[in-house]
């Protein structure tokens, strides 16, 4: 982006100089996930110790042989399987290094580099003479826009783009997960969809696109494609995923199973104080104050009987320790506590003076027939429709408070590792 480009767009945001970031599918995918690692990633650039999983550095130079094989066709020279098979091993080689995270400890490099050989071997039997259409571009960035005025940009690598025959281009990815998707999944992909609308933007005889999918641990082709139609619908739908994540606030974390894979454990709120648990000696491991109320608090909810009132006090001990810790899940020796913030807004109640001075002005604005009483939830429905003149909410919302609630659940823990 040139420095006009720059300056229209600060121009644009006014009062703040806002600059949109340029989102991608894997950003935009990191978000849904969770965003609170979407948060660490992309906004707090937190550098991790764990560099890479095993499962993407498989990726990689999967990536990187396949890669190769159709660059060298460009230049008329084919790469024999034992060729391929040879640049894998010496990319795996280069690239190796002991901060590579294996997930499944009854696994070893050596299998992932097996399970490599197979999806080359595989794909060069099955494509052999790679005649199938003519490559225009490879791991290609393309930047384009969601919107006409360009305030929405995607950014997306293309692993092979080709063209058929005239107008007729073919987007293949390469896919090395060991999980088959079904057709739905396949038809309501984002991705490639994503880099549809850029193909389109890029080229100007484009008359068909097809989306092709390469599971190479399955042998399997996969292919959709999207309507002009579909295509619009999806520019929508990311840009108000765009806007979504540009007013998030809270970026909570949203635990699954892909905590474990995830490089961010030992930053995230929901499992760093398991890691500063693991990093003590065994006998300093009880000592800490965070297992101590957990295991305390465990043992109380139990036998709950006549131990409310100690059970408020580990409650609020508990609440604390998290806050100072910064953690959201405090772990003890078998069971976790998991702390939940919860906000609830009002208006004010009959009972409150201010409430006449809100049905005034709602009347004065000719709002209180929608409204009929100051219902907590009728009125923030109405502010959240967007319908109402700017002003007159933000008078409102001078009356709104919020109330702010935390809770403990807590949990057995499978093993330490959970």
Known sequence: MDIIDLYAKQLKSASHYYVMSIYSH????????????????????????????IEAFLGSRVHDTLEKLYND??????????????LFHNE????????????????????????????ITDYYNRYKPFNQGKTITLENEMIFNLDESGDYKIKGLIDRLTEK???????????????????????SDRQLALYAIGVKQTYQNVEDIHLIWHYLAFDKELQSKRTDAQLEQLKKDTIQ???????????????????????????????SHLYKLEAKPANEYLKDPGVQLVNKYAELYEHRKNTDVELE??????????????????????????????????????????????????????KWDEVSDIDNTTLTHKIDEKEWPRQLVNQILKFQTTEKSERISISKMKNKDE
């Open 26 to 53: 894997s950003r935009l995918s990191c978000f849904e996930d969770c965003p609170q690692k979407y948060k660490l990633h992309y906004i707090d650039r937190v550098e991790t110790e764990i560099e890479e999983s």
């Open 73 to 86: 066709l460009r230049y008329k020279k084919e790469n024999s399987l034992e060729d391929l098979i040879n």
């Open 92 to 119: 795996w080689k280069k690239n190796w290094n002991d901060n590579i995270v294996i997930v499944k400890k009854d696994l070893k490099p050596e299998n992932y580099q097996k399970m490599g050989e197979k999806y």
């Open 165 to 187: 025959k005239d107008g007729v281009y073919e987007i293949h990815d390469y896919k090395t997960s060991i999980y088959l998707p079904s057709i739905e999944d396949i038809q």
């Open 241 to 271: 995923l765009i806007n979504n994540i540009e007013e998030e606030k809270t970026f909570s974390a949203q635990p699954s199973y892909i905590c474990e894979w995830c490089e961010y454990k030992p930053n995230c709120r929901q499992w």
């Open 313 to 366: 006090k580990l409650k609020e001990a508990l609440i604390a320790f998290a806050h100072k810790e910064n953690v959201e899940v405090v772990f003890g020796s078998n069971n976790k506590a998991k702390i939940s913030t919860s906000e609830r807004t009002s208006f004010p109640k009959k009972d409150d003076k201010r409430r006449e001075e809100l049905v005034n002005l709602l009347k004065k604005a000719g």
